[in-house]
């Protein structure tokens, strides 16, 4: 049963262009969802993140956007540049108890910006 | 560099053995978390610990143990180990674990097991 999906493994795009990274999830009591970027033989890295009571958050070329409704975010990256090529995994975190605030994360998708 | 340290990089073995991971957290961050990373999957949330003690637990084997030491530094231990253990393993930190609040987690660059 998986909480946090990312259905396109891939995606390719010319730099310059938008870069669009979609996530649906499940799990209504999710309250704080992040994206993090990972490059190979590395550990994932913070990217950006939104809490259930936005609709949005921007970071320079970083925006993400939370349809409630929905159960689905999306990050857009704007202009796409060689260096963001890498794996973004999706993330959802809710509160578990005894203060333990879980990371539940989608499979990744791989992005490839074209020069 | 997140300031989270994993050792060893890479670990090979056979079937049935026992591994350590080692992991030491950034400097005053109080919580650690585990995750396995296997082929084509996400991050699977193993285990927490806060301040040495277990804070919550997701898709972790009875095979597997943690365990978080005074100097906050914590250990994965995998014993009887199948194929199917083959990941890699990140450990990742948090500053505090305030009810209320999330706490980014900052990870390691994690430990690829590979059993033979």
């Known amino acids: 049963d998986q909480q946090v999906k990312q259905n396109s493994p891939s995606l390719s795009v010319q730099e310059g262009r938008i870069s669009i990274l979609n996530c649906d999830y499940t799990?209504?009591?999710?309250?704080?969802f992040l994206w993090y970027k990972k490059y190979p033989a590395e550990g994932p890295t913070f990217l950006i993140s939104?809490?259930?009571?936005?609709d949005k958050n921007e970071d320079g070329r970083f925006t993400v956007f939370l349809n409630k409704s929905a159960k689905h975010l999306s990050l857009h990256i704007v202009p796409s540049q060689p260096g963001d090529s890498a794996v973004y995994f999706c993330a959802a975190s809710g509160y578990s108890g005894a203060g333990s605030y879980q990371l539940t994360f989608g499979k990744g998708t791989k992005l490839s910006v074209i020069p | 560099d997140s300031g989270v340290t994993q050792t060893p990089k890479h670990l090979i073995t056979a079937t049935g053995q026992r591994v350590t991971l080692r992991c030491s957290p950034r400097?005053?961050?109080?919580?650690v978390y585990w995750y396995q990373q296997s082929l084509d999957q996400g991050l699977q949330f193993l285990i927490q610990y806060y301040n040495g003690e277990e804070r919550a637990k997701g898709n972790i084997l009875e095979r597997f143990s943690a365990q978080q030491f005074p100097d906050l530094h914590s250990e994965l231990n995998l014993s009887s180990l199948e194929l199917g253990d083959s990941a890699l393993y990140f450990c990742?930190?948090?500053?505090?674990?305030?009810?209320?609040?999330?706490?980014?987690?900052?990870f390691g660059p994690g430990t690829r097991l590979t059993v033979l």
């Open positions: 799990n209504s009591m999710f309250d704080y």
């Open positions: 400097s005053g961050d109080l919580s």
């Open positions: 939104i809490s259930s009571i936005k």
């Open positions: 990742a930190s948090s500053v505090r674990d305030q009810t209320g609040t999330y706490n980014e987690q900052f």
